[in-house]
T-cell receptor
Framework: AQTVTQSQPEMSVQEAETVTLSCTYD???????LFWYKQPPSRQMILVIR??????QNATENRFSVNFQKAAKSFSLKISDSQLGDTAMYFC??????????????FGDGTTLTVKP | DTGVSQNPRHKITKRGQNVTFRCDPI?????LYWYRQTLGQGPEFLTY????????KSRLLSDRFSAERPKGSFSTLEIQRTEQGDSAMYLC???????????FGSGTQLSVL
């Protein structure tokens, strides 16, 4: 079974600064996906960024980027130029590759990020 | 694309009552998932459908829980004889075949008194 650990229950950052959220996972699989989801107070979960394990290049989406260290089983999220709208709970998630597993994700317990003006 | 829709947004019920939630996925998505999220934790997988077929159920889904997806369109999740431990946010998500990207609804918050 896979496990996902987010060791920072809460974090805060000043507007316009950079923050990094940590995530580690445990799996014996070699081929999988990793995700970061954002859940603002409105509660709708939104995909922020995804990483395919077979790709060495770190994924980026505008102000969001990841540091994927496969050997260390680490998958951190960096948010640059933080904005007030980034305030939310962030979840790291793992999904095995392959059709039978599609959509069945294992989530961490989340990090609550507060962006301060 | 109107997104994934869930109804009701909130449900308060008394212990022992039955409740039913509905999820309308994005119209062209053939996969539909149910997750449960309790306060301070991440979502936990419950079950998923490909079209009308229920392909997997988590051991979290006791025999009091049943999910259906008639005709491969909307889905319902029913909880019979609710218990206080069933209080949680029930999330629905959908995805298109061949993609791992999930689109979530806003969830149904269940409170069992």
């Amino acid at each position: 079974a896979q496990t996902v650990t987010q060791s920072q229950p809460e974090m805060s950052v000043q507007e316009a600064e950079t923050v990094t959220l940590s995530c580690t996972y445990d799996t014996s699989e070699n081929n999988y996906y990793l995700f970061w989801y954002k859940q603002p107070p409105s509660r709708q979960m939104i995909l922020v960024i995804r990483q395919e394990a077979y790709k060495q290049q770190n994924a980026t989406e505008n102000r969001f980027s990841v540091n994927f260290q496969k050997a260390a089983k680490s998958f951190s999220l960096k948010i640059s130029d933080s904005q007030l709208g980034d305030t939310a709970m962030y979840f790291c998630a793992f999904m095995k590759h392959g059709v039978p597993n599609a959509g069945k994700s294992t989530f961490g317990d989340g990090t609550t990020l507060t962006v301060k003006p | 694309d109107t997104g994934v829709s869930q109804n009701p947004r909130h449900k308060i019920t008394k212990r022992g009552q039955n409740v039913t939630f509905r999820c309308d996925p994005i119209s062209e998505h053939n996969r539909l998932y149910w997750y449960r999220q309790t306060l301070g934790q991440g979502p936990e997988f419950l079950t998923y459908f490909q079209n009308e077929a229920q392909l997997e159920k988590s051991r979290l889904l006791s025999d009091r829980f049943s999910a259906e997806r008639p005709k491969g369109s909307f889905s319902t999740l029913e909880i019979q004889r609710t218990e206080q431990g069933d209080s949680a946010m029930y999330l629905c998500a959908s995805s298109d075949r061949g993609t791992e990207k999930l689109f979530f609804g806003s969830g149904t918050q269940l409170s069992v008194l």
